[in-house]
């Protein structure tokens, strides 16, 4: 099974997401803001994240740089 991780600061969209792909057959593990999404990268193994570009404290791109470094 695939996991994924979905990073998003607005819990209606992360329930919706985390929905929609579980329903066909990923692991899902979902982050309210990019701190917790930094955290969650450093304790678990993910095949894809999705995550917003517009977050305070820590945004999209700060998240796509880390994971590349």
Known sequence: MKNILIIDNQNEVLNLLRLALSMRGFCIEIALGGP???KK??????DLV????NMPKCNGSEICEYIRS
């Open 36 to 38: 917790e999404g930094i």
């Open 41 to 46: 990268l450093n304790d678990g193994n993910f």
């Open 50 to 53: 999705i995550t917003e570009i």
